[in-house]
């Protein structure tokens, strides 16, 4: 039986691929640098093979006898003042990999984009796509980086014949969340009553992290080399969101609304520290219009070609609150 190569399966979307192969029962082969932590797969049988994206002759002999490829590395520090870094693990690190795979007769090389990539619709109706980008400049350098990535998957496809799948996935909640993703501290807060106040006018597009995951298989499975498919199971207020997980928490949710100007405010200030600091800062312009600037989308070609059936969000909510608060339990008290 060919393995299943997972490449970055110690991060919150390779983890789950990697535990649904193996629930699955396929056999799993994982790509992780020495320096990664594996706590999200330590309890799984799966076949470790070390090194990074960089290193050419480690990439060839993970994919050796592998009939798919999940690849589910991207760095992800939209905050960052310079953009190198992010071009360096999101471009130039998966041309590596793209190369290795071309060379691998692979059945399937499902590479995990951004709804990031999706164009921004001005008519009313949900984003689909087929709506190309039109909103980089206003995106900063993470995005340039994923559409770049984007773009260069597919290229390999068209002009290279590997059959790649690019998965345009929104903000993602569950149990798993080790690394404590961005936007998985936000609702760990809310969970514990920490955050007392919402963003007026913030909305984005979320997703279960089993769901997404399970979408990756399917890719593997039904999805036509050279598409792209959204998953994202809807689009959600912050308010919703916050106190979705508060009263899974059993806490008092946000009870305050700021308005949109107000954190603009605060992200031109950070704006300002940087520049003033010279240092990398988290509440930015930037961050705050990539908090809302998109427009909602549809994921029906993902149910329609791949047979995706997403459950609603409040279940994956339930669940990361119940993980969140399971590990502040371990906690040692002082």
Known sequence: MAAKLVIGASGFLGSHVTRQLIDRGDRVRVMVRRTSSTKAIEDLDVEYHYGDIFDDAALRTAMDGVDDVFYCVVDTRAWLRDPTPLFRTNVDGLRHVLDAAVGANLHRFVFTSTIGTIGIRHDGQPATEADAMNWADAGGGYIKSRVAAEELV?????????????????????????????????????????????????????????????????????????????????????????????????????????????????????????????????????????????????????????????????????????????????????
């Not at 014949?161 to 996935?169: I, Q, T």
């Not at 950070?270 to 312009?285: F, P, Q, V």
């Not at 990361?320 to 502040?328: D, G, H, P, S, T």
């Open 154 to 334: 597919m290229r390999y496809a068209a002009e290279r014949d590997l059959p790649a799948v690019a998965m345009c996935v929104s903000n993602t909640y569950g149990p798993g969340d080790y690394g404590r993703t961005p936007h998985g501290s936000l609702l760990a807060a809310a969970a514990v009553g920490k955050m007392p106040v919402y963003v007026k006018g913030i909305a984005n597009e979320v997703v279960g992290i089993e769901d997404a995951a399970a979408a990756m298989l399917l890719a593997a499975e039904k999805g036509r080399p050279g598409e792209r498919y959204i998953i994202s199971e809807r689009f959600m207020t912050a308010r919703e969101l916050y106190t979705t997980a508060a009263e899974y928490g059993g806490v008092r949710p946000p009870r305050f609304g700021i308005p949109l100007a107000a954190a603009y405010a605060a992200g031109y200030l950070g704006d300002a520290a940087a520049a003033l600091l010279r240092r990398d800062m988290l509440l930015t312009s930037l961050s705050v219009r990539l908090l809302h600037i998109m427009s909602p989308l549809d994921h029906s070609k993902a149910v329609r070609e791949l047979g995706w059936q997403p459950k609603p969000i409040h279940e994956s909510i339930r669940k990361a609150v119940e993980f969140y608060q399971a590990r502040l339990a371990k906690q040692p008290t002082r």
